[in-house]
C-alpha cells in the first residue's frame, strides 16, 4: 500500500552550511558519503553525547531563530527554562534523518535508529533514495529539525524541543508495509512522528499493517502508557475520515494553520481532527513556511527544487525555508508533546489527547466557513481546527498537576437497518466514538451524507456527499472526536441521505469510547 509524504507540491528550500566537521562519533554508510562527497571515519557508535551546553534562560543564538516564526506563535521561550525535551525519543517516520547534520548529530539516537533498506542504525537516505528523490529525500531530516534541532549552539535552528532524542526510522527507504508495521511498533520511542498518508484521498485508505503497529505501541509502549501517534491529516483540502488510519482512536489526527492562525486550503478536514498546529504556507511569501534542517549541501534536499530564501544563499543549501503541509504541523505538536511528556512523564496517551484538546485555542469564531459548533459538554469544535489551534504553553501548564484519566470503558450496540435509533443505557464520559457501516451496493458512496447526532443533540457530519469516492462501506468505520466529554446515555440516531436508493439490508453498529467519571 503505497504512502506519500505530506509536505504540499511543491515547495522546497535552501539554507546554509555551518561547517560540520569530521567526527569520530558519526556513523555514515559509503553510498551515502559518496554520493555527498564526504570523507567519514567508517566506526560503529550507539549513542551520542550531547556536549553542547545549554543556557536556556537566553534568547538562543541559532541565526535563524528569527525567521522561526511558529516558535513566537508558540510562546516556546517561556518554557525553554524549564523544559527542553530531555530524556523524551522521538521517532520520525520517514525518509530519513541525515545523520551528519551539524544541527542535528548531537540529538539523534542512534542506538535506536534504524534504515530499513541495508539494516544499518544510520537513518540517513540511502544511495538509492537521494537518486531517485533527491528532492523528497529531505523530508525526514525537515521534520527532525522542526522537533529537536540543538539550540543555543551558534547554528542554523533551533527546535521546539531542543534536548530531546531523535530516533530516525527509515521506513521510506523500502516502502514495505511491513516495515511501517514493524516502526511504529517500536517500543523504544516514546513519540512517533508520522508525516505521510495514503496515496489517494478519494479512495477509502485502510492500513491493516500501520494499524497493527501502533495496536502494539499502544499496548506495549512507555510501559503501558501507550506511545504517543501524531499524524498528519492530508494536504488534499478533502474529508479525512476517508482514512480509518487517520480515525483511529489510537492517533493523534493534526490539520494545518499559517502564520495568522488561518486554516490552509490544503489541510484536510473532518469531525476526526483532533486540533491543529503552525504549518508553511503554499506560496511562501514573505518567509512564511516553516524554516528547519535539510540535507547538506545544494545537490540534494529542497534547496535543489525551487529558487532559494535569499537571506540563506550563504549557508550552503543546509536548511530551508520552504518545509510546508501538514506534514510541517506534525513535527510542530511532535515537539510540543516531547515537553509536555518532560513535564509530567507519567501521562499516558489518552492524557496527552485529552489535554491538548482541552487547552487548544479557539480561533476565528466568527467565521461561518470554519463551522465552529459548541458540542453538549460546552467544547467547541471545528471540522477545519478540531478543537482548536495547539497551545504549548497551557498544554504544560494542565499537564502539570493533570490526574490520569479513569480506565476507557467502551459501549457498542447495533441495528438491523439505518431508520433506526440506538439507546445507550451507561453513562459514559465519551473520549470518542466510532460509527461501523455496511451499506452494500452502493455505486457511489461519495455521494451519500452521514450525520450521527449524539442524546446531547450535537450533530456531527461524517461524509459531506456530492464527490467522486472509490471504495465500499463493508464494516467500514468512521470516527468522530465532536462528542468529547459530552454524556453518552440516550438515544443515538443516524441520518444518511444519498442520490441512489438504500438497501434496506444496510445496517450500522455505534461504539462509545468513555469513562465513568
Known amino acids: 500500500m503505497k504512502k506519500l509524504f505530506l509536505k504540499t507540491a511543491f515547495s522546497s528550500s535552501i539554507l546554509m552550511f555551518s561547517g560540520c566537521e569530521q567526527s569520530d562519533f558519526i556513523i555514515l554508510d559509503n553510498n551515502y558519503s559518496q554520493a555527498n562527497n564526504i570523507d567519514y571515519h567508517e566506526t560503529t557508535i550507539i549513542d551520542n553525547p550531547k556536549n553542547i551546553i545549554v543556557n536556556s534562560d537566553i534568547t538562543p543564538n541559532d541565526p535563524i531563530y528569527k525567521y522561526q516564526w511558529h516558535l513566537k506563535n508558540l510562546a516556546t521561550e517561556k518554557v525553554w527554562n524549564r523544559f527542553t525535551g530531555k530524556r523524551i525519543k522521538v521517532g520520525i517516520v520517514d525518509s530519513g534523518i541525515e545523520l551528519a547534520h551539524p544541527d542535528l548529530y548531537q540529538n539523534i539516537n542512534q542506538r535506536y535508529s534504524f534504515r530499513y533498506s541495508d539494516n544499518s542504525n544510520d537513518p540517513s537516505p540511502d544511495f538509492y533514495q537521494l537518486q ?3 528532492y523528497n ?26 534536548a530531546v532524542d531523535l530516533v530516525g526510522l527509515n521506513t521510506f527507504s523500502t516502502g514495505e508495509d511491513s516495515d511501517f508495521e514493524d516502526a511504529l511498533g517500536n517500543l523504544n520511542v516514546d513519540i512517533s512522528n508520522n508525516s505521510w498518508g495514503g496515496q489517494d484521498s478519494l479512495v477509502l ?3 491493516p499493517y500501520s494499524i497493527r503497529g501502533i495496536e502494539n505501541g499502544i499496548k506495549n509502549g512507555r510501559d503501558g502508557k501507550g506511545i504517543i501517534y501524531i499524524f498528519a491529516s492530508g494536504n488534499e483540502a478533502h474529508n479525512s475520515n476517508y482514512s480509518t488510519l487517520h480515525g483511529s482512536r489510537f492517533v493523534f489526527n493534526i490539520g494545518a494553520v499559517l502564520w495568522n492562525d488561518e486554516v490552509p486550503t490544503y489541510s484536510n478536514f473532518g469531525d476526526n481532527l483532533l486540533i491543529t498546529a503552525p504549518a508553511g504556507d503554499v506560496q511562501f511569501s514573505d518567509n512564511k513556511g516553516i524554516f528547519t534542517t535539510d540535507l547538506l549541501g545544494f545537490k540534494y534536499g529542497f534547496d535543489n527544487y525551487q529558487e532559494r530564501v535569499k537571506f540563506l544563499s550563504n549557508f550552503n543549501g543546509d536548511y530551508t525555508g ?14 510540543v508533546v516531547a515537553l509536555i511528556l518532560e513535564a509530567n512523564p507519567n501521562l499516558t496517551y489518552r492524557d496527552v489527547k485529552y489535554i491538548l484538546a482541552k487547552t487548544s485555542k479557539v480561533k476565528n469564531l466568527d467565521n461561518a466557513k470554519y463551522k465552529w459548533e459548541k458540542n453538549g459538554a460546552g467544547l467547541w469544535f471545528s471540522p477545519f481546527y478540531g478543537f482548536g489551534i495547539v497551545n ?9 498537576t493533570f490526574k490520569t484519566l479513569s480506565s476507557q470503558i467502551l459501549e457498542t450496540s447495533s441495528k438491523e437497518n439505518l ?15 466510532t460509527l461501523t457501516l455496511n451499506i452494500p451496493n452502493y455505486e457511489n458512496i461519495g455521494d451519500l451524507e452521514i450525520k450521527l447526532i449524539s442524546p446531547s443533540g450535537t450533530v456531527s457530519t461524517l461524509m459531506y456527499g456530492g464527490i467522486n469516492l472509490v471504495g465500499e462501506f463493508k464494516n467500514w468505520d468512521l470516527n468522530s472526536l465532536k462528542f468529547l466529554d459530552e454524556n453518552s446515555r440516550g438515544t443515538w440516531k443516524i441520518q444518511v441521505n444519498g442520490k441512489d436508493e438504500i438497501e434496506k439490508s444496510s445496517n450500522w453498529k455505534l461504539q462509545v469510547f468513555g469513562r465513568l467519571d
Not at 322 to 335: C, I, K, L, Q, W
Request: proline share 4%; with cysteine.
Open 132 to 134: 531517485t528523490a533527491p
Open 137 to 162: 529525500s529531505a523530508h525526514g531530516t525537515a521534520c527532525a529539525g522542526i522537533i529537536g534541532a540543538v539550540g543555543w549552539n551558534g547554528q542554523g535552528v533551533i527546535g521546539i524541543a531542543p
Open 205 to 207: 485508505y485502510d492500513d
Open 322 to 335: 520552504f518545509m510546508n503541509g501538514t506534514s510541517s504541523a506534525v513535527p510542530v505538536v511532535s515537539g
Open 392 to 400: 504549548l504553553v497551557g498544554s504544560i501548564k494542565m499537564a502539570e
Open 419 to 433: 431508520n433506526s435509533e440506538i439507546n445507550i443505557s451507561k453513562n459514559l464520559k465519551i473520549e470518542h466514538i
